[in-house]
């Protein structure tokens, strides 16, 4: 378990980093795994207190709105607990 939120970890702060990297917005949403939500909004929260210019909205809903929104270009990144 601890490995696979090792993984998780490091492939959403990969992403993120990209995604800033690549889109100079401000506010980044993140949808999906209600399983993930709060980890998903304590990683937020952590990232936001070191980059006070960066918004990050974090919001469930389950792993397919989050897979939807991310394939509808709805979303930045999506949680996703059930592979």
């Known amino acids: 378990m601890k490995k696979i939120s090792l993984v998780v970890l490091i492939l959403l702060i990969g992403i993120l980093a990209s995604f800033i990297i690549t889109y100079s917005k401000s506010t980044i949403t993140v949808k999906g795994s209600d399983t993930m939500v709060i980890l998903a909004q304590r990683w937020a929260e952590l990232y936001m207190a070191k980059h006070p210019d960066i918004v990050i909205q974090v919001t ?24």
Not at 62 to 70: C, H, K, Q, T, Y
Not at 75 to 80: R, V
């Open 60 to 83: 469930g809903g389950g792993s397919g709105v989050g897979i939807s929104a991310l394939i509808n270009g709805t979303t930045g990144i999506c949680n996703a607990s059930d592979l």
